[in-house]
């Protein structure tokens, strides 16, 4: 795996955990419109990717072959949008930590099922004891996130 790969990964991990807090904050400034506020980010993204588009060349090709593609392939803005008004409706109920230790762990899950069995058209890549293990590893460190004050807690160990 290249650097550069592994760098940008992590710059789209950062991106995200940015673009939840601020859509809920502009759901907050929105008077509470989750939907608004779902509407407003997909909008500006749709714009500046459609402007990246244009630029890059070959869009009004790559459109008309829309009617062409399996339907599944084309709902992939419909889980974007239902995701990103995931994060702004649940960012304020249980903070932003908790929302992505779940997505996260929700997104490695479905990611191993998808690389071990080739899903959606995608490589095999079989799922080896040690991916398994460091997938139970991250498991184990999203419950501890997410339970780890209230076992404290439970067992008079809390401080902090």
């Not at 673009?19 to 759901?27: D, E, G, M, T, Y």
């Not at 402007?51 to 890059?56: C, G, K, L, M, W």
């Not at 090709?61 to 409706?89: M, N, V």
């Not at 997505?103 to 899950?109: E, N």
């Amino acid at each position: 795996m290249l650097p550069i790969f592994i760098v940008l990964a992590f710059a789209a991990g950062c991106a995200i955990s940015v673009q939840a807090a601020v859509n809920a904050q502009l759901a907050a400034g929105f008077g509470g419109n989750v939907f608004g506020a779902a509407f407003y980010s997909f909008a500006t993204g749709t714009i500046a990717l459609g402007i990246i588009a244009s630029v890059q060349g070959g869009l009004p090709t790559a459109l008309t072959t829309i009617p062409s593609q399996p339907f599944w392939k084309l709902i992939g803005g419909l889980l974007g949008a239902g995701a990103i008004f995931s994060t702004i409706l649940i960012t304020p109920k249980i903070g932003l930590a908790n929302l992505l230790i779940l997505v996260i762990t929700g997104q490695l899950v479905t990611s191993l099922v998808i690389d071990n069995f080739g899903l959606l058209n995608s490589a095999l890549r079989p799922v080896t004891a040690i991916k398994f293990v460091g997938a139970l590893l991250v498991i184990c460190g999203a419950l501890i996130t997410l339970f780890g004050d209230r076992m404290a807690a439970w067992t008079g160990n809390f401080t902090r």
